[in-house]
Protein backbone atom coordinates (compact mmCIF):
# COMPACT_ATOMS: atom_id res chain seq x y z
CA UNK A 1 0.00 0.00 0.00
CA UNK A 2 1.56 3.42 -0.81
CA UNK A 3 0.99 6.04 1.26
CA UNK A 4 2.65 9.75 0.85
CA UNK A 5 3.72 11.98 3.74
CA UNK A 6 4.81 15.27 4.61
CA UNK A 7 8.88 14.56 5.86
CA UNK A 8 9.05 16.40 8.99
CA UNK A 9 10.24 14.43 11.38
CA UNK A 10 14.11 14.00 11.80
CA UNK A 11 13.45 10.35 10.53
CA UNK A 12 11.35 11.37 7.81
CA UNK A 13 13.84 14.28 6.98
CA UNK A 14 16.72 11.55 7.06
CA UNK A 15 14.89 9.16 4.86
CA UNK A 16 14.87 12.23 1.88
CA UNK A 17 18.28 13.36 2.29
CA UNK A 18 19.72 9.68 2.01
CA UNK A 19 17.45 9.58 -0.86
CA UNK A 20 18.71 12.72 -2.66
CA UNK A 21 21.75 11.36 -1.92
CA UNK A 22 21.13 8.09 -3.63
CA UNK A 23 19.32 10.19 -6.66
CA UNK A 24 22.64 12.18 -7.25
CA UNK A 25 24.46 9.21 -7.53
CA UNK A 26 21.79 7.82 -9.72
CA UNK A 27 22.03 10.63 -12.10
CA UNK A 28 25.25 10.09 -13.15
CA UNK A 29 26.98 12.93 -13.34
CA UNK A 30 28.08 15.83 -10.93
CA UNK A 31 25.12 18.18 -9.13
CA UNK A 32 27.75 20.98 -8.52
CA UNK A 33 26.65 23.65 -10.98
CA UNK A 34 23.43 23.44 -8.51
CA UNK A 35 25.47 23.62 -5.36
CA UNK A 36 23.75 19.95 -4.56
CA UNK A 37 26.70 20.10 -1.50
CA UNK A 38 25.29 23.10 -0.11
CA UNK A 39 21.52 21.82 -0.76
CA UNK A 40 22.80 18.54 1.43
CA UNK A 41 24.59 20.67 4.57
CA UNK A 42 21.41 22.95 4.59
CA UNK A 43 19.12 20.45 4.32
CA UNK A 44 15.64 20.71 4.46
CA UNK A 45 16.65 24.67 3.93
CA UNK A 46 14.98 26.18 1.04
CA UNK A 47 12.79 22.89 0.99
CA UNK A 48 11.34 23.37 4.23
CA UNK A 49 7.62 25.10 5.17
CA UNK A 50 6.37 28.03 5.11
CA UNK A 51 7.71 27.80 1.33
CA UNK A 52 8.88 24.60 0.61
CA UNK A 53 7.76 20.79 0.89
CA UNK A 54 8.79 17.54 1.03
CA UNK A 55 7.42 14.34 0.80
CA UNK A 56 8.59 10.80 0.95
CA UNK A 57 6.33 8.20 -0.33
CA UNK A 58 5.80 4.46 1.20
CA UNK A 59 5.35 1.49 -0.18
CA UNK A 60 4.23 -0.45 3.01
CA UNK A 61 7.00 0.52 5.72
CA UNK A 62 10.27 0.82 2.79
CA UNK A 63 10.95 4.03 1.64
CA UNK A 64 9.97 4.23 -2.22
CA UNK A 65 10.88 8.12 -3.24
CA UNK A 66 10.32 11.49 -2.49
CA UNK A 67 10.03 15.15 -4.08
CA UNK A 68 10.89 18.73 -2.88
CA UNK A 69 9.18 21.85 -3.55
CA UNK A 70 11.16 25.06 -3.38
CA UNK A 71 10.90 28.71 -3.89
CA UNK A 72 11.95 31.03 -6.91
CA UNK A 73 10.10 33.74 -6.31
CA UNK A 74 7.34 35.28 -5.82
CA UNK A 75 4.36 33.15 -7.11
CA UNK A 76 6.74 30.75 -8.75
CA UNK A 77 8.12 27.73 -7.34
CA UNK A 78 10.33 24.52 -8.90
CA UNK A 79 9.74 21.02 -8.24
CA UNK A 80 13.05 19.28 -7.30
CA UNK A 81 14.40 15.90 -6.93
CA UNK A 82 11.69 14.00 -7.95
CA UNK A 83 13.28 9.94 -7.10
CA UNK A 84 11.98 6.87 -7.23
CA UNK A 85 13.64 3.76 -6.15
CA UNK A 86 14.45 1.52 -8.87
CA UNK A 87 12.74 -1.92 -7.49
CA UNK A 88 9.79 0.72 -6.77
CA UNK A 89 8.92 2.14 -10.21
CA UNK A 90 6.27 1.48 -12.65
CA UNK A 91 3.89 2.02 -9.85
CA UNK A 92 2.49 5.10 -10.57
CA UNK A 93 4.32 6.43 -7.71
CA UNK A 94 6.36 8.99 -9.45
CA UNK A 95 3.01 10.32 -10.71
CA UNK A 96 1.50 10.26 -7.19
CA UNK A 97 4.26 12.24 -5.49
CA UNK A 98 4.42 14.82 -8.63
CA UNK A 99 0.39 15.19 -8.09
CA UNK A 100 0.86 15.70 -4.59
CA UNK A 101 3.78 18.25 -4.50
CA UNK A 102 1.31 19.96 -7.52
CA UNK A 103 -1.28 20.08 -4.90
CA UNK A 104 0.88 21.47 -2.42
CA UNK A 105 2.31 24.31 -4.37
CA UNK A 106 -1.66 25.16 -4.98
CA UNK A 107 -2.13 25.43 -1.51
CA UNK A 108 1.06 27.49 -0.29
CA UNK A 109 -0.39 29.73 -3.43
CA UNK A 110 1.90 29.73 -6.17
CA UNK A 111 1.01 30.14 -9.43
CA UNK A 112 3.25 28.44 -11.82
CA UNK A 113 5.61 25.32 -11.08
CA UNK A 114 8.98 25.20 -13.60
CA UNK A 115 11.84 22.01 -13.11
CA UNK A 116 14.32 21.03 -15.22
CA UNK A 117 15.39 17.80 -16.50
CA UNK A 118 17.56 15.91 -18.66
CA UNK A 119 17.54 14.26 -21.71
CA UNK A 120 17.60 10.65 -20.47
CA UNK A 121 14.61 10.81 -18.45
CA UNK A 122 12.34 10.09 -21.17
CA UNK A 123 9.40 8.64 -18.21
CA UNK A 124 9.84 11.75 -16.57
CA UNK A 125 9.46 13.83 -18.93
CA UNK A 126 6.28 12.16 -20.20
CA UNK A 127 4.91 12.26 -16.89
CA UNK A 128 5.57 15.76 -16.43
CA UNK A 129 3.86 16.15 -20.24
CA UNK A 130 0.84 14.46 -18.92
CA UNK A 131 0.17 16.70 -16.12
CA UNK A 132 0.42 19.25 -18.16
CA UNK A 133 3.79 21.14 -18.17
CA UNK A 134 5.15 22.58 -20.98
CA UNK A 135 8.29 23.58 -22.41
CA UNK A 136 9.92 26.93 -21.60
CA UNK A 137 12.97 28.75 -22.09
CA UNK A 138 15.81 27.75 -19.42
CA UNK A 139 15.14 29.69 -16.38
CA UNK A 140 18.67 28.76 -14.75
CA UNK A 141 22.18 27.18 -15.57
CA UNK A 142 22.07 23.70 -16.65
CA UNK A 143 25.37 22.83 -18.50
CA UNK A 144 23.55 19.35 -19.17
CA UNK A 145 23.14 18.65 -23.18
CA UNK A 146 19.62 19.26 -24.26
CA UNK A 147 18.47 20.11 -20.52
CA UNK A 148 14.59 20.74 -20.77
CA UNK A 149 12.42 23.30 -18.98
CA UNK A 150 9.15 23.01 -18.17
CA UNK A 151 6.48 25.25 -16.54
CA UNK A 152 2.84 24.18 -15.80
CA UNK A 153 0.29 26.96 -14.99
CA UNK A 154 -1.33 26.10 -11.45
CA UNK A 155 -4.19 28.60 -11.91
CA UNK A 156 -6.13 29.66 -14.52
CA UNK A 157 -4.79 32.25 -16.69
CA UNK A 158 -1.42 31.71 -15.02
CA UNK A 159 -0.38 31.20 -18.69
CA UNK A 160 -0.24 34.42 -19.93
Avoid at 42 to 56: I, K, V, W
Avoid at 88 to 108: D, M, P, S, Y
Wanted: charged share 30%.
Amino acid sequence: MLKLIQADSEEYLSDVKDLLTEYAAWLGFDLHFQDFERELAEFPGEYAPPDGRLLLALCETQVAGCVTLRKISEGICEMKRLYVRPKFRGKGIGKGLAEAIIEEAQKIGYTRMRLDTVPFMKEAIALYRSLGFKEIEPYRYNPIEGAKFMELALIENASN
